[in-house]
């Protein structure tokens, strides 16, 4: 069966820190990962996605993911959070084959300013 | 470009009473999903269509839930009879196939008292 597990599930921290969510799959085939980020009171909306090429990928608002195969890991990372980074953040798992999607139950991230 | 539309936003009823959402998907999205997403949760999926065919509704309580997607486009999602247990925020989304990207409407939040 197909699994998504994210370690954290609040995170807080200041402005300027640096921010790492891990993201961990469970799937017996190859796979797109993505990860979404819901702002209060807006809907999800992507953040970043890989499908294939270089294992690190970018997205919108200086994010960052780096998929390690061998680990069946997508971790999300930013060098610098801001206090408007604060939301909550879903990494997904979707099968080539099947195109059946799997959420993990999220991250809260809290940015103080 | 529209997003995906969803209606009513909020809905409270009675227990053992029914509800219906309805979803407008982004227009030429083949694929349209339904997510029930508990508070602390991740989206879990209900159902998926391609075009106008079930996909997926291996996770739809059947005996109470039922959906459809008229024409291809529309979708309707019904519970009857409504139980506690189904409070949750009912998500409609949409993407080109079902391996890509999957944009989120904001979501219909249902209390069932």
């Known amino acids: 069966a197909q699994s998504v597990s994210q370690h954290n599930h609040h995170v807080i921290l200041s402005e300027a820190a640096s921010l790492e969510l891990g993201c961990n799959y469970s799937y017996g085939g190859t796979v797109n990962l993505f990860w979404y980020v819901q702002y209060p009171g807006q809907h999800l909306q992507l953040l970043l996605k890989?499908?294939?090429?270089?294992?690190l990928v970018k997205g919108i608002k200086g994010f960052e993911a780096e998929f390690i195969k061998s680990k069946f890991s997508f971790n999300l990372r930013k060098p610098s959070v801001q206090w408007s980074d604060t939301a909550e953040y879903f990494c997904a798992v979707t099968g080539t084959n099947a195109g059946k999607s799997t959420f993990g139950d999220g991250t809260t991230l809290t940015v103080k300013p | 470009e529209a997003g995906v539309a969803q209606s009513p936003r909020y809905k409270i009823i009675e227990k053992r009473q029914s509800v219906a959402f309805w979803c407008n998907p982004i227009?030429?999205?083949?694929?349209l999903y339904w997510y029930q997403q508990i508070l602390g949760q991740g989206p879990k999926l209900l159902i998926q269509f391609q075009n106008n065919g079930v996909v997926d509704d291996s996770q739809l309580p059947k005996d109470r839930f039922s959906a459809e997607r008229l024409k291809g486009v529309d979708s309707t999602l019904k519970i009857q009879p409504a139980k506690l247990e189904d409070s949750a925020v009912y998500l409609c989304a949409s993407s080109l196939e079902p391996q890509n990207t999957i944009y989120f409407g904001e979501g219909s939040w249902l209390t069932v008292v």
């Open positions: 227009s030429g999205h083949a694929t």
């Open positions: 890989y499908f294939s090429g270089d294992p």
